[in-house]
């Protein structure tokens, strides 16, 4: 399943160091989605790009993300916004870029570039500020306010469904320790009548 979740990142985004041979390759590995965020955007920020989170896919079986696609900020094309009069209209920022890193997670856990394209269809700022890069980059706070909201509702069926694990659980355990104490009274109550018909035999 796939899901256009527009310029939504990390709220954590750790810092990477960079040097020059540093660049994508199919085939590198994260050890999170968040650390493939931190090289893509160290890169971008030494290339003279910004990065935007574009396209998410999840799990069908839990929900959980399991790829991510990272673009530049340039890539697609700005749909017109009938509410601006056409004296006002912005500076446009897309010009159908292509660049991108195509990231997914497989079953060691780690994160793994899948697809690179370097090519960019529009000039290069080199050694633009990493806060420019950061701050371009942050997204529509709909976008976040939906994404954390879906992982909160996954997190709270996890729970629930634990919760009622651990219930099942503490009712088998009741019912064994109902089920052994009544042996227990079944044993007694034998032993008990076994030593009264010996008492009796005895007399």
């Known amino acids: 399943m796939i899901q256009d979740v527009g310029d939504l990142i990390p709220v954590a985004v750790p810092t990477t160091s960079v040097v020059a041979e540093d660049?994508?390759?199919?085939?590198?590995?994260?050890?999170?989605?968040?650390?493939?965020?931190?090289?893509?955007?160290?890169?971008?920020?030494?290339?003279?790009f910004v990065i935007r989170v574009s396209k998410l896919s999840r799990s069908r079986r839990d929900g959980s993300a399991i790829g991510r696609a990272l673009v530049c900020n340039k890539e697609g094309y700005r749909m017109p916004d009938k509410?601006?009069?056409?004296?006002?209209?912005?500076?446009?920022?897309?010009?159908?870029?292509?660049?991108m890193i195509l990231v997914r997670k497989v079953s060691s856990g780690k994160w793994v570039v899948t697809k690179f394209v370097k090519e960019h269809t529009h000039p290069l700022t080199p050694g633009k500020g990493r806060r420019d890069c950061i701050y371009d980059q942050y997204p529509n706070e709909h976008d976040k306010i939906r994404e954390l909201t879906h992982q909160l509702a996954l997190e709270k069926k996890r729970s629930a469904n634990y919760k009622k694990h651990l219930e099942l659980i503490f009712e088998h355990i009741e019912e064994h320790n109902e089920s052994l104490?009544?042996?227990?009274?079944?044993?007694?109550?034998?032993?008990?009548?076994?030593?009264?018909?010996?008492?009796?035999?005895?007399?």
């Open 83 to 99: 509410r601006e009069k056409i004296v006002r209209q912005r500076a446009e920022t897309r010009v159908g870029c292509r660049a």
């Open 23 to 48: 660049e994508p390759y199919v085939g590198l590995e994260f050890d999170s989605e968040a650390a493939a965020h931190a090289f893509y955007n160290t890169y971008a920020a030494r290339v003279g």
């Open 181 to 203: 104490s009544k042996k227990i009274r079944h044993i007694v109550n034998s032993v008990n009548d076994m030593e009264m018909k010996e008492q009796q035999g005895h007399r």
